[in-house]
C-alpha cells in the first residue's frame, strides 16, 4: 500500500515542488558557486531551507490525500488489515443498518493524525504565506 501511494502521489508532488523551486532567485545558487560551494552544500543548506514551506504544504496535502485514500484501499486490502476509511465504510451493514457510534468513533481516530500533522506544519506554513506578503 505504502509503494502504491507513493507512485500515485509522486507526479502531485514533482509538480507542486517544481513549481516552488521555481520562484527561487538563481542568483543565490551562483553566488555560492562563486564562492565555492558544492552542489550538495548547495541544495542542503541554501535551496532546502527555502524549500521548508512549499515542502510542509505539500507533505500535508500527501498525507491528507493518502490518508482519506479509499479506491486503492478496498482493491488492495484484506480483511484482515483494512485502513481507516475501509473501517468507516464497514460500519454500514445490512441488518443493523447504520452502525453511527461505531462511525463516528472511527472518524475521530482517522481524524487525530492529521490534526496533530496540521498543528505541527502550521508555522512553516504560516511562514510561506506571509513570506510575499509584503513587498519591498
Aim: proline share 4%; net charge neutral; charged share 10%.
Amino acid at each position: 500500500m505504502i509503494l502504491t501511494y507513493a507512485v500515485v502521489n509522486l507526479p502531485i508532488v514533482v509538480w507542486l515542488i517544481h513549481d516552488f523551486v521555481l520562484t527561487i532567485p538563481i542568483d543565490l545558487e551562483e553566488s555560492a558557486q562563486l564562492d565555492g560551494a558544492s552542489r550538495l552544500y548547495i541544495f542542503w543548506d541554501i535551496i532546502l531551507p527555502l524549500c521548508k514551506q512549499g515542502l510542509a504544504a505539500t507533505t500535508l496535502l500527501i498525507l491528507i490525500l493518502s490518508w482519506n485514500e479509499y479506491l486503492l484501499a478496498s482493491f488492495l486490502s484484506t480483511s484482515k488489515a483494512q485502513t481507516l476509511p475501509i473501517m468507516v465504510s464497514a460500519q454500514i451493514t445490512q441488518d443493523r443498518g447504520i452502525l453511527w457510534w461505531n462511525m463516528c468513533v472511527v472518524i475521530i481516530i482517522m481524524i487525530i493524525p492529521v490534526i496533530t500533522m496540521a498543528f505541527f506544519l502550521q508555522k512553516f506554513i504560516t511562514k510561506g504565506v506571509l513570506l510575499g506578503a509584503v513587498k519591498g
